[in-house]
């Protein structure tokens, strides 16, 4: 059973009430019944065993049985700002992204990407975008929701991002092995993985977040997909953190 995502104000002293999509997702989707056991964490990182006790059709309300805190974050808080990608591939990024441990998930509108967002549906996009994080996370079972942002200018993000450590991934470009970038270790800090669109980075993009101080980095000899870039740069470097293997 996954660890489903809460906010702390639900938490009345021994009781949790659920409401909202979450309460119908229960309900409906996967049929919970009283006396069940639900995992529930909150924005606090505190994780809570609970047994439902009653089901309406507007809450779910549920005891605590058991409560612990989140362990103490080791590693910086990982962000990934990815190039706008076409159909369903960022669907399918922002998904492994959350189940990966990112914290945030930033869209980029890039000068090569193909896709331009809509004003009027940026909203609901971004909302799409939440619900696919939350849902994938909570099946990894974080101690943390991921965030998704609205899509930002690729320009406007490399003038002002002031992330610790920026990782730019630039295919044919005088790069260092992302295997073997020096990478921060203080959760205070930040980490940033940079992924283009499809087409790549334009030249002006690349001298902007170079000059922004961002570290240009490889995957090795192989021309990745962007979606597949962006997962097999997440691996290592969470791998490379002690989050992954």
């Known amino acids: 059973m996954p660890a489903f995502f809460v906010a702390s104000s639900d938490i009345h002293g021994a009781e949790i009430t659920l409401t909202g999509d979450l309460c119908h997702h229960l309900r409906a989707s996967l049929r919970v019944k009283p006396g069940e056991s639900l995992w529930l964490t909150d924005e606090k990182r505190r994780r809570y065993c609970v047994r439902v006790t009653l089901v309406a059709q507007q809450a779910l309300t549920a005891e605590i049985l058991d409560q612990r805190q989140g362990p103490v974050e080791t590693a910086p808080p990982l962000l990934l700002a990815q190039a706008l990608l076409k159909g369903d591939h960022m669907d399918w990024v922002v998904q492994k992204a959350s189940e990966l441990g990112v914290r945030t998930i930033l869209p980029l509108i890039s000068r090569h990407g193909v896709v331009r967002p809509q004003s009027d549906r940026i909203a609901s996009q971004v909302a799409r975008w939440q619900r696919i994080a939350t849902e994938a ?59 283009g669109p499809e087409g790549g980075w334009a030249e002006d993009e690349i001298a902007l977040a170079l000059a922004q101080k961002c570290q240009a980095v490889s995957l090795g000899e192989c021309i990745l997909r962007a979606d597949t870039a962006a997962v097999t740069a997440l691996s290592i470097v969470q791998s490379r953190l002690g989050r992954l293997g």
């Open 137 to 195: 996370a909570q099946q990894s079972e974080p101690w943390q929701s991921p965030q998704v942002l609205e899509p930002l200018e690729s320009r406007r993000f490399f003038s002002s991002h002031q992330g610790t450590c920026s990782l730019l991934l630039a295919e044919r470009y005088k790069t260092v092995a992302l295997a073997r970038v020096p990478l921060p270790s203080l959760p205070s800090e930040q980490l940033t993985v940079i992924i």
